[in-house]
């Protein structure tokens, strides 16, 4: 039916771009980033996976402070990313007297 | 459940999910691997295992399997429901419960066949993602359909012009409890197995509200099972149960489909690109 749905609009999705958005450039490792953005690991990966697939994310490699304990995966927003995310921001601000108003009229 | 056991059960659950993502993932699985390794919390860690393999699934299969099961499922309900209201015209012009607004007895009915086949031509059109052509789609429920009703036609005629199992039931050809329950029980399964595909792959993908969905797809399927139980009666009031049982549930189940397929569902969590545009194609 060619129904395509609007890309990164879920909510989870939004409360992962805040969370990233929040500290910047700074790289975060998952379990930082589930807690954050209230996600499982079983929603996070998903999203992680098709926001760097989409160019908005940029992972890396990096030894823990931990002795004894193996490298982690860390995660930040790309340049594009920022954009989005920002933008997302914005229209959640946006939306919310714009859906107060559309309360008021009925 | 001893610490070392819950590691050891968190650390193969993530093998296991690096496993199943393969080597274009191989890179994600390692970080869910050694992320695991940070949690100090053995409950965290356990959870974290599950949800990695879970997201090793989705990424995998979800665009072919859980699609093609929550699509299948949809049209499965709209395909049985259009079936039994084709099947419902039938059983009324042959009750005589028509009869009485005045039209010829045959016209309700064929009216209702082709408004129930040029149904699941759009039923077909609207799942057309799991068909090589349109036409194909659009023509497949419809003559499945119309077999089905032939096939009732011919068996009623062969029963002497009533229902087969009126016919069974009054006649006492088998005893009426038998027929009552097996067709209570048939609808009944048929009611829970379409409401299951409906609703599991959502609860599976959308943890987060998915009970609002659950309830939307479990209506049509306490219907189903309500009708089912009705259809042993030959009463007019009990078409009319069944006619707005039918209704109610397939109403449910084009909300249901259109809810899955169109853009109202941006809350709700989106998937892989990978995986997405195949979505509910």
């Not at chain 1, 939004?14 to 975060?28: N, P």
């Not at chain 2, 109610?248 to 990978?274: D, Q």
């Amino acid at each position: 039916m060619g129904m395509s749905r609007t890309p990164n609009a879920s909510r989870q999705t939004r409360q992962l771009l805040g969370a990233l958005l929040e500290q910047g450039r700074t790289w975060r490792h998952g379990y930082a980033l589930a807690k954050e953005a209230d996600l499982s690991s079983g929603t996070l990966y998903p999203l992680l996976i098709r926001l760097h697939d989409q160019g908005l994310l940029e992972s890396r490699w990096q030894e823990s402070e931990r002795t004894g304990r193996p490298p982690r995966h860390y995660y930040r927003l790309t340049a594009a990313g920022v954009v989005l995310a920002r933008e997302k921001a914005m229209n959640a601000a946006v939306g919310v007297p714009r859906l107060r108003k559309l309360a008021g009229a009925t | 459940m001893s610490q070392v056991f819950i590691r050891s059960l968190g650390a193969r659950l993530v093998e296991h999910a690096a496993s199943v993502l393969g080597p274009e993932r191989r890179d994600w699985g390692t970080a869910m691997a050694h992320e695991l390794q940070h949690l100090d919390s053995d409950r965290q860690a356990l959870l974290w295992a599950l949800g990695c393999v879970w997201t090793a699934y989705v990424e995998r299969y979800s665009g072919r399997a859980l699609s093609a099961l929550l699509s299948g499922g949809v049209a499965l309900l709209l395909l049985s429901n259009m079936a039994r209201l084709v099947l419902l015209g039938f059983l009324g012009w042959y009750s005589g419960f028509l009869h009485g607004f005045g039209l010829s007895p045959a016209v309700p009915a064929a009216a209702q066949l082709v408004a129930g086949l040029l149904l699941l031509c759009l039923v077909g059109i609207a799942t057309q993602g799991r068909w090589q052509t349109r036409l194909l789609a659009a023509l497949f429920f419809p003559v499945f359909s119309f077999l089905t009703f032939v096939t009732l036609a011919f068996c009623s005629q062969l029963a002497q012009r009533s229902t087969p199992w009126l016919s069974y039931r009054h006649h006492g050809r088998i005893p009426a409890l038998w027929v009552d329950s097996a067709i209570a029980v048939s609808g009944f399964l048929q009611g829970t197995l379409t409401a299951l595909l409906i609703v599991v792959p959502f609860v599976l993908i959308y943890r987060s509200r998915a009970a609002v969905i659950a309830l939307l797809a479990l209506l049509p399927a306490v219907s189903l099972q309500l009708t089912s139980v009705t259809q042993t009666a030959s009463s007019a009031h009990a078409l009319l149960v069944m006619s707005m049982g039918l209704a109610w549930s397939t109403a449910c189940a084009v909300v249901t489909l259109l809810w899955c397929a169109s853009g109202i569902n941006r809350w709700l969590p989106s998937r892989s690109s990978r995986t997405s545009d195949r979505w509910c194609a």
